[in-house]
């Protein structure tokens, strides 16, 4: 018999980043009656340790090698592609034969060729973009008449620009795709950014789904009239109001296990004190930078609950990577290497959150009603900060030295 509901196939890439948004548009989607299978990497799926045990939203996993111990870094990004795209043909056939025909294709902005698969199958398909609307707006007009002035620009630290429907965006409001050291180095991510805008203007009926939602970027959904956006956020993880344990949440998914001793640890300090630092999954600091965020952290007085991610290579951090105040810093705050961070977010002793401004973290944040101290470093997280310190008024930025380095000093202040 032919599955009497829609069916949604999502796909997107294996970082945490983006699969905690894609997981919880899904769960949205089997909230009001469809089902949805979730393709991912095998290694990515079995780094979910909280998997969603929700009725309806089904795994496919397709092998990328990683499982087997195959190191993959941003230039393998066109094998991921490769892989992805190969595995949704087979799976939008399996899905056929089995009698549970997919009804719409979900994708991210790392599968070119998605939109036009789904078109040789005859299926619809929407583009899930994952930061806010105004970046996708940056883009647009990056690639549509204002891409030779910023280049032209780009190393001007003064230049600003005006762009319809956004606020005045200085150069380290822009994505640093365009500005900056990274502007030749992503040229897969900006390879991908540019086919996906014109694939969503030749769309006669583009669908571009936002993690924003009206209130938040009301001028920026509708700045681009061609981009057509309908906001579908926040996709944040609910139910961890009021700091319960909300282990039972089918959460976005951490790609991560370990203690949650820091709920406890977070239950033991006052209301509004504790400040939370987090830099998400991918950044990285010197050691130079973390010696003084360390001493801006002793210096404020407040507890802290800092994430020190282990290093990717699955080596233990060795004597050379400890902090010169490693004591200290134990006695005063928390040191962790992961969390749920929805949870830390929406636990009453959170006072405010040191972050790098990832989208995900910004939404999170605002969601939890928690301020910001902006410290970002790539690719959307300096539009981001405009957004949060500027235009919602809801952060303040911090300030690097002429070395590039957040001193101490400005970290306390
Ligand atoms: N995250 C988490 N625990 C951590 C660190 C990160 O749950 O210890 C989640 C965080 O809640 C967010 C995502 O990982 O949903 C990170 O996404 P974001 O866009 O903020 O930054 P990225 O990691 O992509 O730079």
Redesign the pocket.
């Known amino acids: 018999m032919a599955n009497p509901h829609p069916h949604f196939l999502i796909i997107t890439f294996p ?4 699969i ?2 894609a997981l919880e548009l899904a769960k949205r989607l089997i909230g009001v009656g469809a089902d949805v299978t979730f393709a991912t990497t095998i290694h990515a799926k079995s780094r979910l340790v909280k998997n969603p045990t929700v009725d309806g939203l089904r795994f496919s996993t397709f092998s990328d090698g990683q499982e087997e111990g195959v190191k993959r870094g941003p230039n393998d990004l066109p094998v991921f592609q490769r892989l992805a795209s190969e595995n949704l043909s087979e799976l939008i056939m399996a899905s056929a034969n089995e009698g549970r025909p997919i009804s719409c294709l979900i994708y991210s902005i790392v599968i070119p060729g998605a939109a036009e698969l789904a078109r040789s199958f005859n299926i619809p398909s929407a583009f899930l973009w ?1 930061q806010p609307a105004t970046v996708l707006d940056i883009y647009y007009y990056y690639f549509n008449g204002f891409g030779d002035l910023i280049r032209s620009k780009s190393s001007d630290p003064s230049f600003s620009i005006e762009l319809p429907g956004l606020p005045s965006l200085s150069r380290q409001d822009l994505p640093s795709f365009f500005v900056g050291s990274d502007q030749n180095q992503e040229n897969h991510a900006l390879a991908a950014f540019q086919k996906h805008l014109e694939i969503l203007e030749q769309e006669e009926n583009p669908k571009a789904l936002v993690n924003t939602f009206d209130a938040l970027e009301p001028e920026a959904l509708r700045a681009v009239e061609k981009l057509k956006l309908t906001a579908v956020g926040p996709l944040v993880p609910s139910g961890f109001s009021d700091g319960k344990d909300a282990s039972d949440t089918p959460s ?1 998914g ?3 296990d370990g203690s949650r001793d820091y709920m406890e640890w977070l239950k033991s300090k006052p209301e509004s004190t504790v400040v939370y630092v ?6 990285m600091f010197s050691m130079q930078q973390m010696e003084e965020i360390a001493r801006g952290l002793l210096e404020s007085g407040r507890p802290f609950l800092w ?1 020190i ?1 282990a290093k990717e290579n699955g080596e233990e951090n060795k004597e050379e990577d400890k902090l010169s105040c490693q004591e200290e810093l134990e006695k005063q705050g928390m040191l ?7 949870e830390v ?1 929406s636990h009453p002793s959170l006072g405010c959150f040191v ?8 939404i ?1 944040s605002l969601a939890s009603g928690v301020p910001m101290i902006a410290f970002p470093q790539w ?1 959307d ?1 300096g539009t981001n900060t405009k957004l949060i310190k500027d235009v919602w008024k809801t952060g303040v930025r911090l300030m690097v030295n002429e070395e590039e380095i957040v001193t101490s000093d400005e970290l306390k202040r």
């Open positions: 970082a945490q980043g983006h905690n948004p994952i976005g951490d790609l991560s987090s830099f998400g999954s991918i950044s994430l991610r962790i290497q992961w969390c749920s961070q929805m977010l972050t790098h401004c990832g989208w995900n973290s910004s999170e690719a997280q």
